[in-house]
C-alpha cells in the first residue's frame, strides 16, 4: 500500500504561483505514474497533468498548457506541479494519484486508472 502525502497548498493572490509538492510516506521504488487531479467544491474530480516513472513522459489538459508544469525527482522520490498565472477559477483541493507501471513512457489521465491518492491540498486564490 502507497501512502501519499501532498503538500505546498494555501492562499494566493490571482497571478500569483505555487508549487505543490507529493511523496509516498514510506521507502517505495520509483517505477510508479504520477498524476495531479483537483476537486473544486461542487464540481467533480478532474485530471490536469500525469508524468511517467521515469519523466520523459507527460500530458496536460489542454486549457492548463503554458502555466501548470508537472516534473518529478526521482532521488528525492517527489512529484512536484509548478502552477504559475493562478487564477481565482483555480480554487479547489489537489489531489495527486500514483499507478505502478514499468513503461517508461506510459502517462494515465483518468481517475480510474490510479491506484493511491493523496488526501489532498486546497488551494485558493484569491481576486
Known amino acids: 500500500q502507497v501512502q501519499l502525502v501532498e503538500s505546498g497548498g494555501g492562499l494566493v493572490q490571482a497571478g500569483g504561483s505555487l508549487r505543490l509538492s507529493c511523496a509516498p510516506s514510506?521507502?517505495?521504488?520509483?517505477?510508479?505514474?504520477m498524476g495531479w487531479f483537483r476537486q473544486a467544491p461542487g464540481k467533480e474530480r478532474i485530471f490536469l497533468a500525469g508524468?511517467?516513472?521515469?519523466?520523459?513522459?507527460?500530458y496536460y489538459i489542454e486549457s492548463l498548457k503554458g502555466r501548470f508544469t508537472i516534473s518529478r525527482d526521482n532521488a528525492k522520490n517527489t512529484v512536484y506541479l509548478q502552477m504559475n498565472s493562478l487564477k481565482p477559477e483555480d480554487t479547489a483541493v489537489y489531489y495527486c494519484?500514483?499507478?505502478?507501471?514499468?513503461?517508461?513512457?506510459?502517462?494515465?489521465?483518468?481517475?480510474?486508472?490510479?491506484?493511491?491518492w493523496g488526501q489532498g491540498t486546497q488551494v485558493t486564490v484569491s481576486s
Open positions: 508524468i511517467s516513472w521515469s519523466g520523459s513522459s507527460t
Open positions: 514510506g521507502r517505495t521504488s520509483n517505477n510508479y505514474a
Open positions: 494519484a500514483a499507478r505502478r507501471h514499468f513503461s517508461r513512457t506510459a502517462v494515465f489521465s483518468t481517475l480510474d486508472e490510479y491506484d493511491y
